[in-house]
Each structure stands twice: as structure tokens, then as C-alpha cells.
């Protein structure tokens, strides 16, 4: 048992040299976001796989993260990870209330807090800082330690903060936290090297905000392998077995049941199916809108519900390969300030989309310009209802639409694609002394 001992303390210490030791080498990335694996959150898996690849290519990258605190099923993880050119330093964060607006509103204060100093101390080694909105008000951070220390940032603007809060209501228009916060806004981006955005309609969202940082922005969009996930027979899917799905024709929601999320609309059709002994409505995740939806369940009396908690990343292939039809939604309140990321993993998996969203959404000319599924106007339950009972009598049709979902993501949002663009941006700001060539 000593001996076993022993041998970690030395493996840590080991890792820990050579890492020191290569830092004074080369440059540096360090990535700051609160979620990340083994949490749930969708961009913290993106994130992972990002860094994973980057670090592949020879980048050496950091992350500084918080313990799982969101959607997780275990305890802690490892306070320090290190794998090949990749280091993940995880702090202890609170975790009050995860799936309530303030009790997030807390633990990410509370996280910022505990990476302050650590971050002022990359900062002043040199370090290229990535930054994300997770927590929303992390990029004031970074535009304060900027202010102290000059050194480059660039941000990754998953959702629009303070706006999303505005248009759910949970702040005013004139709240003195949300006059403050766009105020510092134009200074966080003003100072930022680059803006990464996840869709054209968040673009000019923030063209329209601030138009001077307008030739700093860059649309990234989210991704998903396509080897990875990819379309898998009902026979041969253990999930599909698992959960008795075999003969049922599934309509699938999976991810983040969360106030950006139009969930009435797809309830609403699932009412107006729950006769319909084939179709299944499976939903998959949580959220807070999780408990309202279990409520409407539970009082319209739909038997053909069926509700699972977040699936483990290795198991993602084969949960969303069980679809005949994925949904994405966003709610009328929210187009342009998010982007989901679940329609990727659809594609990925060569699932016919759904997509339910305001009638300008960029979902909408997505989906129909690339005909990989159909647009339904938000509060449209009996069109969704008729196209869903359209495709699962139609294979032909629904097999056009996987097939154009697969084709989709492999000219737009591939890993490989996706990789390339950020370390374009990436190795464009770090310092040229310490730049080595990547793979």
C-alpha cells in the first residue's frame, strides 16, 4: 500500500515537471470555464473535445473549471489532470441551488472569486487567455485582471448576457444591474482580441450593440464527429433495447430543459398524439423546466412521455442514434441570444430535425434550406403532430432528411473544420517567441 502510494506522489510530481518544464518553452492557452467534464453541460463536453484535439496538434493548453456543480450523478473529480499537452485544474465551487437562477447566480460568483488569483498569476506569466460565459459575468473578470495586466483575451460568447435575463423577465429593461453590466460590456469586448460567436443571429446582435467590434467577431459554430455519433440500427442500439424502444417510433428531446426552451409546443403535440399507441415522446436531460414539464404530464394524462436523466458521455452515441425525429427548440424571447448546441449531435447521428423556434430564426433557414427537416412556428403543435405521423409513415422522407443532416454537419460543423478555425484565431494572438509549429 506504501509502495502504491509512493508511486502516485511520484507520477504526480513527474507530470507536474514536465509540464512546468515545458511552459517555459512554448506559449500557452489557458481556458477559463466554470463547467466542464465529468459535468454534463453541454459546453463544457465541446470544450473538452476541443482541447483534446488542439492539445493533439501540439498546443499546450490549460483549464481552469469548476467541480461538478450543474448536471452531474457523483461526487468530485480530480483537483489536477494532466494528459498529454493538457493540464485540468478543478476548483472546489459551491453548489446552492444549481438548477435555480440565483443559486447559479451564487456558485458562479463564487467561482470567479477562487480563480482571481490564479488567473492573475497566468496572466502575468504571459498566458493567452480564452475565456467563456460560463459564468455570464466571467468576462468582467477578464476585462478587470486585462486592466491590470495587459494581457490578450479572447471570448467565447455562448449566450448574451444581460439580454437572455431581460427577455425571460427576470431583470428589466432599466434595472440598475442591467444598465451597469451592457456598460461594462462595451469595455469587455472593446478590450477583447476576438469575439467568438456560435451563430450569425448572435452576430448581429452584438454588431447591433456595440458595431465598432464588428471586425473582431467571429462565428463558430458548436460541433459534434461524426464518427463518434452516427446513425445505428434499432437492432443493434443496447439503449434502444434498454428502454423498450424498439417498436416505437421516437421523437427525442435531449439536453438542457431550460427557460430558453420551448417545451409547451412539444407537449402540446404529444397531447394531441397520446392516442397514438407508436409514437413516443422521450426526453432526455433536465433542467428548470424539468418539474413544469413532469406537472403538464402528469395533468393531461400523456402516457407516451418518457423521461431519463442525463446519459454519461459514452453512452450520448447511442441515446441520440434511438431517434426518428429530433426536436431543437427556442423560445420566441430567446432567438439570437442562444445557440443550442444538441442540433449538432442530431446531425451527427443522421436524425430528421424538427426545428421550433421564431419565424427569423436562423434555425429556421437551416433546416429548410438544407432540407434536413422541417420549421414549426413556435405554438404550431398540430403541424408538428402532422409531420410527425407524415414521417413515420414515409421512410423514404425520413431517410433524405438524416442523410441531409449527416451531409450538413460534414461540410459546416465538423470537428476537423471547427478545430482549424480556432487555433487560426488562437495562434494569431499568441506571443511569436514562444510559438512552435503545431501538427
Known amino acids: 500500500m506504501a509502495e502504491s502510494l509512493k508511486t502516485r506522489i511520484c507520477r504526480k510530481l513527474r507530470h507536474r515537471w514536465q509540464w512546468r518544464a515545458s511552459r517555459s518553452q512554448y506559449s500557452r492557452l489557458t481556458l477559463v470555464s466554470q463547467f466542464f467534464p465529468p459535468d454534463f453541460a453541454a459546453t463544457g463536453q465541446l470544450l473538452d473535445d476541443l482541447t483534446v484535439r488542439m492539445a493533439s496538434r501540439g498546443l499546450q493548453v490549460q483549464i481552469l473549471s469548476g467541480m461538478p456543480a450543474y448536471a452531474y450523478n457523483f461526487g468530485d473529480a480530480k483537483r489536477i489532470e494532466f494528459t498529454p499537452n493538457r493540464c485540468i485544474r478543478r476548483t472546489s465551487v459551491s453548489r446552492f441551488w444549481p438548477k435555480k437562477i440565483r443559486g447559479r447566480a451564487v456558485n458562479g460568483l463564487l467561482y470567479c472569486f477562487r480563480i482571481s488569483l490564479r488567473l492573475l498569476r497566468y496572466s502575468r506569466r504571459g498566458d493567452l487567455l480564452l475565456y467563456t460565459t460560463e459564468p455570464p459575468y466571467l468576462p468582467i473578470l477578464a476585462w478587470v485582471l486585462h486592466r491590470f495586466t495587459r494581457t490578450p483575451y479572447l471570448l467565447i460568447l455562448y449566450d448574451l448576457y444581460p439580454d437572455v435575463l431581460v427577455e425571460l423577465g427576470v431583470l428589466s429593461r432599466q434595472h440598475w444591474l442591467v444598465r451597469c453590466w451592457r456598460k461594462i460590456n462595451c469595455w469587455v469586448m472593446a478590450d477583447a482580441e476576438e469575439l467568438i460567436v456560435l451563430s450569425d443571429a448572435m452576430l448581429k446582435r452584438v454588431v447591433k450593440f456595440l458595431p465598432e467590434v464588428a471586425n473582431k467577431i467571429t462565428v ?3 460541433w459534434a464527429d461524426p464518427e463518434l ?52 415522446f422521450l426526453f432526455v436531460g433536465s433542467g428548470p423546466q424539468h418539474q413544469r ?25 447511442f441515446s441520440l442514434s434511438s431517434a426518428d425525429l429530433a426536436l431543437v427548440t427556442l423560445s420566441i424571447e430567446a432567438e439570437g441570444l442562444v445557440a ?13 430535425i424538427a426545428a421550433i423556434t421564431p419565424k427569423h430564426s436562423y434555425l429556421k433557414n437551416l433546416v429548410e434550406e438544407s432540407g434536413c427537416g422541417r420549421w414549426f412556428s413556435n405554438g404550431d403543435a398540430k403541424g408538428l403532430a402532422d409531420w ?52
Not at 416505437?248 to 430558453?260: D, K
Not at 404530464?297 to 459514452?314: A, M
Not at 438524416?402 to 471547427?418: D, W, Y
Open 293 to 317: 414539464m413532469l406537472g403538464l404530464v402528469h395533468d393531461w394524462g400523456l402516457g407516451n412521455c418518457k423521461f431519463l436523466p442525463y446519459q454519461d458521455l459514452d453512452d450520448l452515441p
Open 340 to 352: 443550442p448546441s444538441k442540433l449538432y449531435g442530431h446531425m451527427a447521428a443522421g436524425t430528421p
Open 388 to 439: 410527425i405521423c407524415s414521417l413515420r409513415s414515409d421512410s423514404v422522407l425520413a431517410a433524405a432528411c438524416g442523410n441531409a443532416s449527416r451531409q450538413l454537419l460534414r461540410r459546416t460543423a465538423s470537428p476537423e473544420i471547427v478545430v482549424e478555425q480556432y487555433l487560426s484565431l488562437i495562434l494569431a494572438h499568441l506571443p511569436d517567441q514562444k510559438i512552435h509549429s503545431l501538427n
Open 220 to 222: 463558430i459554430p458548436s
Open 229 to 280: 455519433i452516427r446513425p445505428r440500427n434499432k437492432s443493434d442500439n443496447w439503449f434502444v433495447q434498454k428502454h423498450q424502444l424498439v417498436d416505437r417510433f421516437v421523437v427525442l428531446y435531449s439536453g438542457n430543459q431550460g427557460r430558453c426552451h420551448d417545451m409547451v409546443t412539444v407537449l402540446a403535440a404529444a397531447m394531441l398524439l397520446k392516442s397514438d399507441p407508436d409514437v413516443l
